[in-house]
């Protein structure tokens, strides 16, 4: 079965990119909710 | 604690679909097993239409109602649609390879239809990134985004016919195909668009944390 | 003032400053004469070949002059501060949408209309039919319907010059599609009812995009 190569690549090349994309975006969301609670703590420090 | 419920549901909803398609869906004749790349094409091709209805909702609402909310689901969806769209190209082109003899088949409309969808997408995204003022960008996009989604039909038509075909009412044709097949796509259709929906949801909130990071560093520079 | 008087005052504005600095139409025509030309080398002007590309040779020619023009209609306004000046004019902003659709129409229909049979003779082509001159009136306008509500959006980017072609060509493409394949037909020598589909493709894109720039323009030109 020739075919079965495109076939298995079709579907590594879409669960690939599909969950590259969403590790990418958690990643980005920790980073992003770490730095809004260092933020929010320098703003408490400086206000106290 | 709502989206990750949904993140267990699109998972499981995912490898459900990949047992279904590797193991349950019958081979079909004439095309061999890489006919189970339908199961990918579809949804895909279906994910990046409704990317641009949700792009759509989002202008219309940006643009009347003013509300920030809205933009942020607009910009939101192009991303991810734009995304999806180039999924659907690559597995297209994946799927005509061994169909045809050819990566790119122009005869092929709906293959062409999303090549053009995604130079909407790209334009939606492009024109954002060259305004100058946030305000006015987001505006922009909104206003190729509502160009962008009533163009979708003529799209459609014209590359349909544009070689003798006659433009595809439905997907797929209801008759002949195999129950399982057809349950099999059905399931691969739910399972990405919850996908997608939980996709689109993290990236709404990964803009408001950006938007908040912003207003809190206005905030820290101001004081001291 | 009614609607239309206003509306015509603008296109009247535009139409007497191109007759007094000519620069949208000479140049746009010597960019259309000038593509023409390099077509001609491109593709070698046998007659078989000729058949075979002329209506697309035609449609891109005109689709990247009508770039070429679009752009001028807002960047002039913007070069010498004018659109704030037309901005404070007690109008719609829809009349501005109005005024400049015709105006950009008028210069795009006399390009077409000189470089048409320039076309013609060169090729030795039929182009001087009802048809193909019913084809090109009714594409461009949907060319000036979607190519002015974005020359308008394009003035306020960075790039200017460069954003108009990123938004408008893809958006077009149908209409080009239908407008190769009419003209093809209408080169060939068939009659109005062998166009079918592709006239109402390009009448309803026309009415539908005249319509929703004409109802989202006010947007892109605030403050």
């Not at chain 2, 163009?151 to 195909?177: A, K, Q, Y």
């Not at chain 3, 306020?156 to 077009?172: D, G, H, Q, S, Y």
């Not at chain 3, 003209?183 to 009448?203: R, V």
């Amino acid at each position: 079965m020739e075919n079965a190569s495109y076939f298995l690549a079709a579907f590594a090349v879409a669960w690939a990119v599909t969950f590259g994309y969403v590790l990418v975006l958690i990643n980005r969301q920790r980073h992003l909710r770490q730095e809004i609670n260092r933020l929010k703590e320098t703003i408490k420090e400086k206000g106290s | 604690m709502k989206r990750l419920i949904l993140w267990g549901l699109g998972l499981v909803l995912m490898f459900l679909a990949l047992y279904l398609v590797f193991l349950y869906a019958p081979i079909e004749k004439v095309m061999g097993i890489v006919q189970k790349n339908f199961y990918l094409m579809v949804p895909m091709g279906w994910l990046s239409l409704l990317s641009y209805f949700v792009i759509f909702i989002g202008s219309i609402f940006y643009l009347t109602k003013r509300d920030r909310k809205w933009d942020d689901l607009a910009y939101s969806a192009a991303e991810v649609g734009i995304i999806f769209t180039s999924l659907a190209l690559m597995v297209g082109s994946i799927w005509a390879r061994p169909i045809w003899g050819v990566w790119w088949a122009w005869e092929e409309p709906r293959l062409t239809t999303t090549l053009v969808l995604w130079f909407i997408y790209l334009a939606c995204l492009l024109v954002r990134s060259l305004t100058v003022e946030e305000g006015r960008g987001a505006t922009f996009a909104a206003v190729v985004g509502v160009i962008g989604f009533i163009d979708i039909p003529f799209v459609i038509l014209s590359t349909s016919l544009w070689r003798g075909m006659h433009p595809p009412l439905i997907i797929f044709e209801e008759g002949g195909l195999d129950p399982r097949m057809r349950l099999t796509l059905m399931l691969s259709i739910v399972a990405y668009t919850v996908l997608y929906v939980v996709i689109l949801m993290q990236r709404v909130a990964i803009r408001r944390d950006e938007a908040e990071v912003k207003k809190l560093k206005g905030l820290v520079s101001q004081e001291s | 003032m009614s609607f239309w008087s206003k509306v015509i005052a603008i296109t009247r504005k535009d139409a007497l400053s191109e007759l007094r600095t000519k620069e949208i139409i000479s140049a746009v025509l010597v960019f259309a004469l000038l593509v023409i030309l390099i077509f001609n080398f491109a593709f070698g002007a046998r007659p078989e070949a000729v058949d075979l590309v002329a209506s697309g040779m035609l449609w891109v020619t005109f689709a990247f002059a009508g770039v070429l023009s679009l752009n001028r209609a807002f960047i002039v306004e913007k070069e010498d501060n004018c659109l704030d000046g037309l901005l404070i004019c007690p109008m719609s902003r829809e009349v501005i949408y109005v005024g400049k659709v015709l105006a950009s129409l008028l210069f795009m229909l006399i390009v077409e209309a000189i470089a048409l049979p320039v076309f013609a003779l060169l090729f030795n082509l039929p182009v001087l039919t009802a048809q193909l001159i019913g084809i090109t009136v009714l594409v461009t306008i949907g060319f000036v319907a979607v190519g002015t509500l974005f020359s308008a959006l394009a003035v306020n980017t960075k790039a200017r010059e460069m954003v108009l072609p990123i938004l408008f060509l893809p958006i077009v493409i149908p209409l080009i599609v239908a407008a190769v394949k009419a003209s093809e037909l209408a080169l060939a020598g068939k009659s109005w009812g062998e166009l079918y589909p592709w006239l109402p493709i390009i009448i309803s894109f026309d009415v539908i995009f005249l319509v929703v720039a004409y109802l989202i323009f006010a947007f892109i030109v605030e403050e």
